[in-house]
């Protein structure tokens, strides 16, 4: 069993306040999770306005195909969402059992 792990971290230019904020996030939250096999939530940076960060995670039996979803997820999260800008992001795939 392989788990994909990725950790996106988003800047918010535009947003204001963190009910702006929560917007944001839960239109790409729920984007991802419609369009990928991925649980995915914010993770860290709860208080800031401007700054999100998503932990996204993903079960397979092949760690190649657990770092192509996750690809995907984090292209299509820096590509997807206009009001968002992708700062960073990390992937790690974990090899249990």
Known sequence: MV???????????????????RHVVKSIVQRVK???????AEVDELDLW???TLGISYVSNDPQHANE????????????HSEAEMNDYEIEIVNVF
């Open 69 to 80: 979803v996750l690809s995907k997820v984090v292209e299509f999260v820096e590509t997807s």
């Open 50 to 52: 401007q700054k999100a």
């Open 3 to 21: 788990i994909g792990a990725c950790r996106v971290v988003l800047f918010i230019p535009e947003n204001q306040s963190l009910k702006g904020k």
């Open 34 to 40: 419609n369009k990928f096999n991925v649980s995915i």
